[in-house]
């Protein structure tokens, strides 16, 4: 039973680094779909607001994810 615990935060760990590791292409394609929904025009500024909030979002989803893992794994692995 505490292996199966152990595998799911070791999942969610690594689900955590591959989104940070890849938020900007997930924020580039989040901002495809803005764009999109949009008309295909919108102010060049306005633009790079979204799309770095966009990168934001995936980096702070991805970082909470492999904090949430990480100390999930140390914590069962050391009780």
């Known amino acids: 039973m ?46 790079l607001i979204y799309l770095e909030q966009s990168i934001i979002k995936f980096r702070f989803l991805g970082s909470i994810l492999s904090l949430l893992g990480g100390l999930g794994v140390i914590k069962n692995i050391q009780s």
Do not use: A, C, H
Request: charged content about 10%.
């Open 2 to 47: 505490k292996n199966k615990i152990i595998v799911r935060f070791g999942i969610v760990f690594v689900i955590g680094i591959v989104i940070l590791l890849g938020s900007i292409k997930l924020g580039t394609i989040n901002m495809s779909s803005i764009m999109q929904i949009n008309g295909g025009s919108m102010d060049t500024n306005v633009y």
